[in-house]
């Protein structure tokens, strides 16, 4: 390798040397956008699944006692406001479920209604809901002690066991969220350690590459210098090592003839000035 870049010529070897560095920096620089893309795809995803599944949760869980104190005021002081109010929030409930629902979905690839824990909800709120109506006719019919007796008996339980399942889930969900996290932190952590690597090691070549092409002119440079000077002294005893098909080489061997030519000479001269001594 080294004898082959030796006989490129010198503004080949720089070119060379430009795109490797370029090279490396092209590299550095997709490794960096495609990691920043994964981060933020990682990201997107906790959002869209993650995040919105603990918020709906407790969305839903808030709207369970949002959905008895409307339906208590409506048995203690009926009104219509309270009336449509308790209906209201048993209909979002079944919204809530349903994108819960859709989120499992997208989370596990299936197709299926969603987790037993999410369909244990919606039975329940369909065992509910045929007593929303009764209590909420009786509340209107001022028949309140009726309507509490049923609300007691029939639609609490339901509603109860519908709050501890969504907070169970909330928890869960708010304990995989975690994990997650915990998991985008030490991906994050090894992309920057690749990042990271990768700079380090595009420095480090390039430094490399910098010494070697430095070194490839300094040191034929360096060996006609002190030939040049020697036989600026007079000193003809030299010789010049440095053999190749670059510009420096050329130079070398113009050096190296001229060198020659000098030593004729002066072989010429001296027996001249022998012979007329004579």
């Not at 920096?25 to 956008?33: E, N």
């Not at 920043?36 to 997107?44: F, H, V």
Request: glycine content about 4%; aromatic content about 6%; proline content about 1%.
């Amino acid at each position: 390798l080294n004898q082959m870049t030796k006989n490129l010529k010198i503004r080949s070897r720089m070119l060379i040397s430009y795109f490797i560095i370029v090279f490396l920096l092209l590299i550095v620089g997709i490794t960096s956008i495609v990691m920043l893309s994964q981060s933020s795809q990682r990201l997107q995803k906790f959002y869209d699944l993650q995040f919105k599944t603990v918020s709906l949760a407790m969305d839903a869980r808030r709207t369970v006692f949002s959905a008895r104190g409307n339906i208590l005021s409506t048995i203690v002081e009926y009104s219509d406001e309270a009336y449509s109010n308790a209906l209201s929030d048993f209909d979002y409930l079944y919204t809530l479920v349903e994108e819960l629902q859709e989120i499992e979905q997208k989370m596990t690839g299936s197709s299926k209604s969603g987790s037993s824990q999410l369909t244990q909800v919606e039975e329940k709120l369909n065992q509910a809901s045929g007593y929303l109506s009764q209590i909420l006719d009786l509340a209107a019919q001022q028949k309140d002690d009726d309507a509490l007796a049923l609300y007691k008996s029939n639609y609490k339980p339901y509603m109860d066991a519908n709050r501890d399942i969504l907070t169970s889930l909330c928890e869960t969900s708010e304990t995989n969220a975690l994990a997650n996290v915990e998991e985008g932190k030490r991906l994050a952590g090894i992309a920057d350690m690749i990042v990271i690597g990768l700079v380090v090691a595009a420095v480090v070549i390039s430094v490399i590459l910098a010494i070697f092409m430095s070194d490839s002119v300094r040191r034929p440079v360096e060996e006609m210098r002190q030939v040049a000077s020697r036989v600026c002294k007079g000193d003809m005893n030299v010789e010049i090592t440095y053999q190749s098909r670059d510009e420096l080489g050329e130079m070398a061997d113009n050096l190296r003839s001229m060198t020659e030519v000098v030593k004729v000479l002066i072989g010429d001269i001296s027996y001249c000035m022998e012979e007329l001594a004579q």
